[in-house]
């Protein structure tokens, strides 16, 4: 469906675009109109992902564990360990290290602890390998019971009436109720994209606006539920304009991307770090700085699909994807 492909090229660009916010805030670079705009997005950015991640998740689920253990588990803990250690040698190099705005991901501490507390940058790899193991071991509970569950789990840990040690794991139980709710919901999210125009992307996109603001002014994201409900519209409305906009050639970007969106998440992070480590000696006027967030995102998003291509083409598709020796394939079935 390239409504879905959209979604997850939309969806990676908020990603890069938050990373490079990341880096140029923490060298002075960020205007705060651009940092609360890309805090507000957070609403929307990761629990897209994910809800996109669970709509096809049904098959592996429905396949024997060990198939699903090294399909889903084994595959994204491969891509996990392997960038967690490359991050951590580049993020070593003196020039770089002095641009990082995740300076505590990548000591020594943080990555003899990788597999029980990931860091920040790869935290989404290692979320899909464990949703895969929650939702296999759900299966069959209600599905009424299981989004009652993570939702209350969003609902309190978004007020932080439930308070964890880490913002990682705090992050993970904030959108697990999303990835069931692609799982579950998949008939529901299609007939949301199905009915997407461009007034109701409209209308979607001013109640997001609305509902943030009043949020603020109200002082009420503390009260359980708030956060959630503003993630459910943002969510909504993600789904609503990635319909629309698939559907004409001013998409065809977003959905191409779409079907990219691994390598891009996976290497953009060195494109920032190099790009920023420049912009440290240059003069940014004033009035560009509110544009650099966006012109980072594109051209970071660009170079990491172009690195892709030279590492597969000079044999480093282990980067990418599980080892042959690694990997599980069924027995054939048996013919008469």
């Not at 990761?46 to 096809?56: D, E, K, R, Y």
């Not at 501490?109 to 029980?116: C, F, K, P, Y």
């Not at 956060?227 to 943002?234: I, M, P, T, W």
């Not at 042959?324 to 394939?329: D, E, F, G, I």
């Amino acid at each position: 469906m390239a409504w879905v492909d959209a979604a997850k090229g939309m969806s990676i660009l908020l990603v890069v675009a938050h990373h490079a916010v990341s880096f140029l805030h923490t060298s002075g670079l960020a205007p705060p109109a651009v940092v609360v705009a890309n805090t507000a997005l957070a609403s929307m950015r990761m629990p897209l992902f994910f809800l996109v991640s669970g709509l096809f998740v049904a098959g592996p689920l429905a396949a024997s564990w060990r198939t699903l253990l090294h399909k889903r588990v084994a595959f994204f803990l491969h891509l996990f360990v392997a960038w967690t250690v490359l991050r951590f040698a580049f993020f070593h190099t003196p020039a770089v290290a002095a641009v990082d705005p995740y300076v505590d991901d990548t000591d020594v501490g943080a990555l003899a602890l990788a597999l029980v507390i990931p860091g920040s940058g790869m935290w989404f790899i290692y979320a899909l390998a464990l949703f895969a193991v929650i939702a296999k071991l759900v299966r069959g509970v209600p599905m009424s019971l299981q989004l009652g569950v993570a939702g209350v789990l969003s609902a309190v840990v978004g007020a932080d009436l439930l308070h964890l040690e880490s913002d990682v794991w705090a992050r993970m139980a904030r959108h697990l109720f999303f990835f069931l709710l692609g799982w579950h919901a998949r008939t529901l999210v299609e007939r949301v994209a199905r009915a997407a125009t461009a007034l109701r992307v409209t209308a979607a996109a001013a109640a997001c606006v609305a509902c943030a603001a009043a949020a603020v002014v109200l002082g009420i994201r503390w009260i359980p539920g708030v956060a959630l409900g503003l993630n459910v519209l943002a969510v909504t409305f993600g789904v609503l304009f990635a319909a629309w906009i698939s559907r004409y050639r001013l998409g065809r970007p977003l959905v191409a991307l779409g079907a990219q969106t691994l390598p891009v998440y996976l290497i953009h992070i060195f494109w920032i770090a190099v790009v920023m480590v420049g912009l440290q000696h240059v003069d940014v006027p004033p009035a560009a700085a509110y544009a650099l967030p966006a012109v980072l995102a594109v051209g970071c998003t660009l170079l990491s699909l172009l690195t892709h291509r030279v590492l597969v083409a000079g044999g480093a598709t282990w980067l990418f994807t599980l080892p042959s020796r690694l990997a599980y394939r069924a027995p054939a079935p048996v013919t008469a």
